[in-house]
């Protein structure tokens, strides 16, 4: 699935329009451009998301946390994921939350904590690609060794942090499940020059029904 990574209500709405867009993933600095609330936003981008809505806990503690998870799905109901990061405190809270509320294990870094999200029950595990090749050197190697530990798993791969077309058919490829991308790189996705040049060919040459 594709899903919108924004948290604005503008580019929710453009992007459903879509009706390939499956659902949005959010993130603390996203919400935090956001002209309303968070609570708000999120109440918004249930109504407007067509699937799963992903909100990412920032408290610190395993206990608060909960809470703050428990809450959020309050406010978003059925179509909430949790985005948790990819810390022993982290883990903790994936394996007690996600027999009730579905959760995403996020800023994977290596293979091996792909491994304790899937015994944590996460439905997803979240790579941030470009940001891995920028520290670690290779970003898609890094979905390449996720997939093949997950396989034949309940546990999938959400690709974030994609800045080009090319970079997101490259995860998709490496052995991710699922994207998020911004909406520039949405419709830059849709396009393409020659594309386009068909089109205009054929309509010039060609003959269609009359409406």
């Known amino acids: 699935m594709i899903y919108l990574d924004s948290a604005i209500i503008s580019d929710a709405k453009l992007a459903i329009q879509s009706g390939w867009v499956k659902g949005i993933t959010t993130n603390p600095t996203l919400l935090a451009k956001s002209e309303l609330s968070p609570e708000e936003t999120l109440q918004q981008l249930a109504i407007l998301s067509p699937g799963e809505l992903y909100y990412q806990l920032t408290a610190k503690d395993a206990e608060t946390m ?12 059925e179509k ?3 985005k948790i990061p990819a810390t022993p405190v982290g883990f903790q809270v994936t394996a007690t939350l996600s ?4 959760c995403a ?11 304790i999200a899937k015994e944590a029950g996460a439905k997803y595990a979240i790579a941030y690609v470009n940001r891995a090749t920028r520290l670690l050197g290779d970003g898609l190697a890094l979905v390449r060794n996720m997939a ?9 791969i ?3 942090s994609l800045k080009s077309p090319q970079e997101a058919a490259a ?3 490496a052995g991710a499940d699922h994207l998020t991308i911004p909406l520039d790189i949405l419709t830059a996705m849709t396009t393409h020059e020659l594309s386009e ?6 309509n010039e040459k060609g003959k269609g029904i009359s409406i």
């Not at 093949?148 to 999938?156: A, H």
């Not at 040049?197 to 054929?202: A, D, G, I």
């Open 105 to 115: 294990v996020t800023a994977i870094y290596s293979s091996a904590q792909a491994a």
């Open 66 to 77: 909960i809470a703050e998870g428990r809450k959020s799905y309050e406010l978003i109901g």
């Open 99 to 102: 027999p009730e509320i579905t």
């Open 80 to 82: 909430t994921v949790l």
């Open 197 to 202: 040049k068909t089109v205009t060919e054929f």
């Open 171 to 173: 995860a998709l490829q």
């Open 158 to 160: 959400l690709a974030a």
């Open 148 to 156: 093949k530990l997950l396989e034949g798993s309940q546990t999938e």
